[in-house]
């Protein structure tokens, strides 16, 4: 079985200060990791993944995240948010099962972006 | 290219009603899935399909059927409403078939669906 937590329900952040969205997730097996942005009244849509290789992947948006496998974590981060930012984020995690690979969403984080 | 199309957007159900929620895609997606989506629980599996002819059940299923005739097209039945599926329900889809994996999913916009 596998799990994804993210720890912080709601993160408030001042425009242009930095951000860290947490994420640490649990499985036996190897596994691809997921970020997707759910704007309001919208549905979610794909930021960012880490399938292998490079562990630091960036989203074109200025996002990014690094895969930690030995803290088994995939925090988001951005160095400055806009507030276009404003929204929900889900970390998802995807690992092979039964035939196919089973996706885990975690519970969401909402980042409040404050002017 | 519409990519995930859900309709309809919103819906008032009285208690022991059913009806259906129309989910297709337009990328030739193998995989396709209904979420539900509920304060503070994320996203919750109802039940996917990786073909057509080929469902499967999620993580909470009751409640609700579906089915894949075509490779477009995996509606979701709702049997007898009840005020626990109020909710908000999203259809995905990926390239992702057996054993693929590391594509992400395509999400529709939702439905909106309120059960009194």
Known sequence: AQSVTQLDSQVPVFEEAPVELRCNYSSSVSVYLFWYVQYPNQGLQLLLKYLSGSTLVESINGFEAEFNKSQTSFHLRKPSVHISDTAEYFCAVSAYSGGYQKVTFGTGTKLQVIP | ?116
Request: with cysteine.
């Open chain 2, 1 to 116: 290219n519409a990519g995930v199309t859900q309709t309809p957007k919103f819906q008032v159900l009285k208690t022991g009603q059913s009806m259906t929620l129309q989910c297709a895609q337009d990328m030739n997606h193998e995989y396709m899935s209904w979420y539900r989506q509920d304060p503070g629980m994320g996203l919750r599996l109802i039940h996917y399909s990786v073909g057509a002819g080929i469902t499967d059940q999620g993580e909470v299923p009751n409640g609700y059927n579906v089915s894949r005739s075509t490779t477009e097209d995996f509606p979701l039945r709702l049997l007898s409403a009840a005020p626990s599926q109020t909710s908000v329900y999203f259809c995905a889809s990926s390239p992702q078939g057996r054993g693929q994996g590391g594509y992400g999913y395509t999400f529709g916009s939702g439905t909106r669906l309120t059960v009194v």
